[in-house]
Structures are given as structure tokens and as C-alpha cells.
């Protein structure tokens, strides 16, 4: 039996458009990619999320921007949560559960800049508790995140069901126990997949 929801934030309930960032503040989709790469696709961005400084994992980025492009990265990075936005359909759902006497939590790995963000995610108000990475110095998938968030809120890990966006951090959660549904943006198979679980959400938004 479902007794609690636990979100991932990012790519869940809220969209991050990494694309736009960079191409934001730069000239030229070329650009755009190399400082899209080195902000997102390399080890660095998971300073941040990790609990370190913003202006370390910059620091990390620009050993490998050319300096043409270190304007664009401090810009990008000063900015980057302009770039957040709700996903509509998500949080719909979020206040359906809520209506339903479901508590919701945030497991999410993120940065400190979350305390700046956070009341973009329109169900905000609702959420019941937040276990973030950066202020426990873990990382999704790592087991031990999970557990840290079953023994902060008191929570069984059968009756938990986990949505993420990362397969391997759905894999990680069934491991402990719970259940889990990769998002993969269809909202309908969200919805089935919570009804199989006995949670009376209706078909369609």
C-alpha cells in the first residue's frame, strides 16, 4: 500500500532548459554545445550538487573553456535558474495526491541555490520534507541517500513510490525497496502505473 510520493525535482517537477542557458550567452550554436558540454556533461556540475561552491565547480569548468568563453560560463552560471520551469502536468498530479491524503517529499541532487528556487515548483507549499544532496553530501543513486531519507521522515520503503527521470536511480530505490517509475514524459503510464499501485489517480489530467 502507497502511504507517501517522493519526487525527483529536476526534469520532474520542474524543467531545467540547459540548452537555452548556454545558448543565452553565446554567439553561435557552436559555442552554445562546447560550453553546454563543460557546464553539464562533465564531472563538474556534480560539485554543486554534491555541496561544493558554485565558484569551485566554475573554477573546474573554465580549465577547460577557452578563455573566450569564460564571460558566457560566469553568466551561465549566475543565471541558471532562470531557466527553471514548472512542468505543468507533474504538478497536477502532485496536488491530486496531496487531495488524496498522500504526503509528498523531494529526494532530489541538487545544489544549495535550491533555497532561491524552490517556490517555482507550484506544489511547493505541499511538500511535506526535502532531502537534498547537497546538504547530505550524497548522491542518487548511492543506497545510502535513500536510506537517509527513510530514517529522516520516518518512512517504510514498501509503502513509498518514487518518481525520478534516471533509470539507474529508479533501479537504486527498488533496491531498497520501494516503488519506483522511470519518467519518461507520458503522464497516462505515470497514472497507470500509480492505479496498479492501488492509488486512485484518475486516467487522464
Not at 487531495?99 to 506544489?123: A, C, Q, W
Request: proline share 5%.
Amino acid at each position: 500500500m502507497v502511504k507517501a510520493v517522493i519526487f525527483d525535482m529536476g526534469n520532474i517537477l520542474l524543467d531545467f532548459d540547459t540548452w537555452g542557458l548556454t545558448a543565452a550567452f553565446t554567439d553561435c550554436g557552436e559555442d552554445a554545445a562546447l560550453l553546454h558540454r563543460e557546464m553539464f556533461e562533465g564531472p563538474d556540475w556534480l560539485i554543486l550538487d554534491r555541496g561544493g561552491t558554485e565558484e569551485e565547480g566554475l573554477a573546474r569548468m573554465k580549465e577547460r573553456l577557452p578563455q573566450r568563453l569564460w564571460t558566457a560560463a560566469d553568466q551561465a552560471m549566475a543565471h541558471w535558474d532562470e531557466f527553471l520551469t514548472p512542468r505543468p502536468e507533474i504538478n497536477r498530479l502532485a496536488r491530486e495526491l496531496d487531495g488524496l491524503g498522500l504526503p509528498l517529499y523531494i529526494l532530489s541532487n541538487t545544489s544549495h541555490r535550491f533555497y532561491s528556487f524552490r517556490e517555482k515548483i507550484p506544489v511547493w507549499p505541499l511538500i511535506k520534507g526535502t532531502l537534498l544532496s547537497c546538504e547530505e553530501h550524497l548522491l542518487k543513486p548511492d543506497l545510502d541517500i535513500f536510506r537517509r531519507l527513510f530514517s529522516r521522515f520516518g518512512l517504510t520503503p514498501g509503502e513509498c513510490f518514487f518518481i525520478d527521470d534516471y533509470n539507474v536511480n529508479i533501479e537504486a530505490a527498488r533496491w531498497c525497496g520501494m516503488q519506483a517509475f522511470h519518467y519518461q514524459n507520458n503522464i497516462s503510464r505515470l497514472r497507470a502505473a500509480l492505479r496498479q499501485a492501488g492509488v486512485p489517480v484518475a486516467a487522464e489530467p
